[in-house]
């Protein structure tokens, strides 16, 4: 749980570049790709992941509103990186002008739980993380490279002349 924004602000910065470096690895061809039924495409776990920096903060009163449905799926890579910066930015400026370190510990009611603010950043960024981590998976299966993202990844390790075990 988050005790200061600072903290959390630090930490969504870094996650999130982390995020639109992943995001910016996909393909315009690979968004609407699934590789088996009942998987979520990339375009819909990053349209996930995307709106629910909104949806989960409206939920705590920072937004009015949230900024997009769960359907409004962008068409494009480079529209997808634009909403996920957008919203990102709102979040950071709502939570600078609205929340304060003491208030982090004010309970709120969320999806039915007791949560404190603290604890909603920090589901905020591992909800992130999560499914970022997924994407991985589904990016794999359709042959796109991953990019290294707490470390390098398998087509990094190759290029420093490192065995893969493939």
Known sequence: ?????????????????LTIKMFESLTDESLNQA?????RTL????????????EMPHKAGLFDEEFAGEDDLPATVSDLVAK????SAKLIH????????????EKLTIYGQSWTKGQLLEVLTKHMIHHRGQMTVIM???????PGI???????WKMFGMDTKE
Request: aromatic share 14%; hydrophobic share 40%; net charge negative.
């Open 140 to 146: 794999r299966l359709l042959g796109l490279k991953v």
């Open 150 to 156: 707490y470390g390098p990844a398998k087509e990094e």
């Open 35 to 39: 590789p088996y039924e009942n998987v």
């Open 84 to 87: 996920f910066k957008e919203f």
């Open 43 to 54: 375009a819909r776990l990053a349209w996930h992941i995307t709106h629910t920096i909104t």
């Open 1 to 17: 749980m988050y005790c200061n924004l600072e903290s959390f602000l630090n930490d969504w910065e870094k996650e999130s570049d």
């Open 94 to 105: 709502s939570l600078k002008t609205k929340w304060a370190d003491a208030s982090l510990d």
